[in-house]
């Protein structure tokens, strides 16, 4: 596959916020971490705050945390968790970004996230934003804008700065355009073959959150224009589409070995994938219903039920044509690994094949995982 120049242009961005995220603290910027898609980040750029992601995908810093959590806590979990306390003290390479952290914006989601949650208010003030998870309801949607307003307070609290109605719509219509880069960018990939890989558009995916919004408007404006002129010869590579737990920075280890035994993914129903631009915010309607209502959306596994998730892997399978799904979980995430079950039976209506790899961040797996997915390439082709 071509290699993109504008994915230099990302890891560079990426290997600059840092200082710029100094330099706005240095004018008195307040800057937010967060772990979640549920967290509008539109009310916290409105709020004058920038905001960056604290996700854990590395494996070293997963042991420092079995020093406090238990082991069988997911590596999304640990390795973040490892990374705070560790925060750079004991030679391990780990989260520069902690320490820029005003305040962390938690979220009641799964278990293992909301008790990390809990220890964390011990390092950094911690703001937890209350989900019902019985998304379908009407009181689920009156209560989650509640929730929301009062993460409104939270953040003029922090900022000292009202959040206006003018400035929420033009935060909203600005991550709207990232939102309809990202449709653009995944509009490319419905080509047979795609011009571009799985593994390059995840690692975009992955810094999304950790760019400026500017950057990463700009970054994929370049790499839409670069993948567009790309020409590819046709050779039909299976089409493989990822579905289950996100993949957070430093976590590439399943999408490149699907990519090492020749299939193509050309799809990522996760939060480090569709979920996390699919839905637009309606510019409409107040600005604060209208983001309820998308955010509420959102099918995580902690939402009960989660059927509108199986309505949209089967919505995304028929549109980007895919031949397989991987259904990607981590050790001990019980949601997704329980809705597994739901989505293979789905799939199998619909005569979709379906692989399932439950992993963690470690390498001990790889020959195994390499094995199964050989024979799933087999069968697809
Ligand atoms: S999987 Fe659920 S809990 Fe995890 S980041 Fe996505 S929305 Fe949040
Ligand atoms: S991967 Fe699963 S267990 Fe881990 S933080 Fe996300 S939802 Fe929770």
């Not at 939270?154 to 935060?171: F, H, R, S, W």
């Not at 011009?195 to 390059?200: L, N, Y």
Request: hydrophobic share 35%; charged share 25%.
């Amino acid at each position: 596959m071509k290699r993109f120049k504008s994915l230099d242009y990302i890891k560079n961005s990426y290997n600059a916020r840092i200082s710029q995220i100094a330099k706005e603290r240095k004018t008195g910027k307040k800057i937010v971490g967060t772990f979640c898609l549920f967290v509008p980040d539109e009310i916290i750029f409105a709020a004058g705050a920038d905001r960056i992601i604290l996700c854990g995908g590395k494996n070293e810093t997963v042991s420092i945390a079995e020093q406090y959590l238990p082991r069988n806590v997911c590596p999304l979990v640990k390795s973040s968790f490892g990374s705070i306390v560790n925060n750079g003290c004991s030679g391990v390479k780990s989260c520069s970004h902690f320490g820029m952290v005003d305040m962390v914006v938690a979220e009641n989601t799964c278990d293992s996230k909301k008790k990390m949650y809990e220890l964390l208010g011990d390092y950094v003030p911690t703001y937890v934003i209350d989900l019902p998870q019985r998304p379908d309801s009407p009181e689920a949607l009156k209560y989650f804008l509640g929730e929301l307003y009062k993460f409104k307070g939270a953040m003029e609290q922090l900022t000292g700065n009202k959040v206006t109605i003018e400035q929420l719509k033009k935060e909203i219509e600005s991550s709207n355009e990232t939102r309809k880069l990202f449709h653009k960018l995944y509009g490319l990939r419905k080509m047979d073959p795609p011009p571009i890989s799985g593994v390059d558009v995840l690692k975009v995916l992955q810094k999304q959150y950790f760019l400026s919004t500017d950057e990463l408007k700009k970054s994929l404006r370049m790499l839409i224009c670069e993948v567009e002129q790309v020409e590819v010869e046709w050779a039909h590579k299976p089409r493989i589409m990822i579905s289950g737990c996100p993949m957070a920075g430093g976590n590439t280890k399943v999408p490149e070995i699907i990519e090492s035994k020749g299939g193509v993914i050309v799809a990522e129903e996760s939060c480090t994938g569709t979920r996390s631009f699919w839905d637009l915010v309606d510019e409409d309607k107040d600005p604060m219903l209208a983001l309820a209502e998308r955010y509420i959306k959102i099918p995580c596994s902690c939402m009960s039920p989660n059927d509108r998730r199986i309505d949209n892997i089967l919505e995304l399978a028929r549109e980007f044509k895919v031949d397989g799904v991987v259904y990607y979980t981590l050790q001990f995430c019980h949601g997704y690994n329980i809705e597994r079950y739901k989505v293979q039976q789905a799939l199998k209506k619909a005569g979709i094949p379906m692989l399932a790899i439950e992993t963690d961040y470690g390498d001990s797996d790889l020959e195994q995982i390499g094995l199964r997915v050989d024979a799933f390439m087999e069968m697809l082709a």
